[in-house]
């Protein structure tokens, strides 16, 4: 690095220094910690904290000599959040494949996490000889999340990998839009739980759950008024997509629900090359009050001058 850059980097403020780092994969921001005098200690002051014993562990060795560098891992965690400003946090993240002797450690340091407002949780307790033909059941959960993840309501994403829960003591939340689920014991009503507590939903992924067999959501209405003008608005991709180019568009599972209309009804009225809406209604539906929807959309004033709709009954199964 020349003296241009040397200079010019030793201008910048310690806080523009701590949101570079930030920006980093842990690890990588660690070592930033060598560049220079100045940069020395801004890592630690990242708002993306990952922890991930595969830095300290390594999983080839004996059993007691990972036990001992998992020791050297969790003393590391302890020292650096003892040390850590009382500046909010992004990214709060752990991996650790046998937590078993360490259950009181995770559940401070989680707890440490959420008492600085972190919007991205993610706990992963799977070890990695777990293979995916293996029977869930095989695998439980030795960590229990602590209880005031379930109070926090700044939370944007939670992803959890072998880690006990209760979806039902979670407080109700605006704010989460992603949900990642993985070796969990899981049901259908959990699910139902799940999308009734966290409305504004925007991603939901189960991989290896058990006790669930199949996910099935039917009638479920976001309990908000969607509004696709509002979210489309600023959307060029969205725009051109409606002037040049959408042509078809097929609706299987048809049920008339006020969000499906409000959406179709905009796609009607703005899109001007649209030239067939499909609708498939499923065998046993209200197939009455379902008419009358697709009447009312029928009647919607279309930008386009050659619009055909059509509807068609399907089974379950198709």
Partial sequence: MDNDNLDMFSRLTSSLLVLIVSYLPFKEAARTSVLSKQWRNVWRETTYLEFDEKSFVNLEETDENQR?????????????????????????????????????????FVIFAISRNVKDLELDFSDPIWREEDDPKNHPAAVELPFQVYQHLGLESLKLISCNFDLSRFSNSTTLK????????????????????????????????????HVEITDYEPPFELNPSEFWSEEIWVQMCMKK???????????????ELYILRYIIMCARK????NFYVFDGDDLEEIWEKFCYLRQVPSSSKNL???IQLISMDT
């Avoid at 649209?274 to 809406?277: D, E, G, Q, T």
Wanted: proline letters at 5%; one cysteine or more.
């Fill in 68 to 108: 001992i560098q998992r020791s050297f891992f969790f003393d590391f965690i302890r020292q650096f959040l003892a040390n850590y400003p009382r500046t909010p946090i992004q990214k709060f993240s752990l991996t650790c494949s046998k937590p078993e002797g360490f259950l009181a450690d995770i559940q401070n």
């Fill in 178 to 213: 992603g949900v990642s689920l993985v070796w969990v014991d899981m049901s259908l009503a959990s699910i139902e739980i799940l999308l009734l507590r966290f409305p504004f939903l925007e991603s939901l992924s189960l991989k290896k759950c058990w006790n669930i067999h």
């Fill in 245 to 259: 180019s959408l042509k078809v568009i097929n609706v299987k599972g048809f049920k008339g629900t006020p969000n």
């Fill in 274 to 277: 649209l030239r067939k809406v």
């Fill in 308 to 310: 055909k709709t059509h």
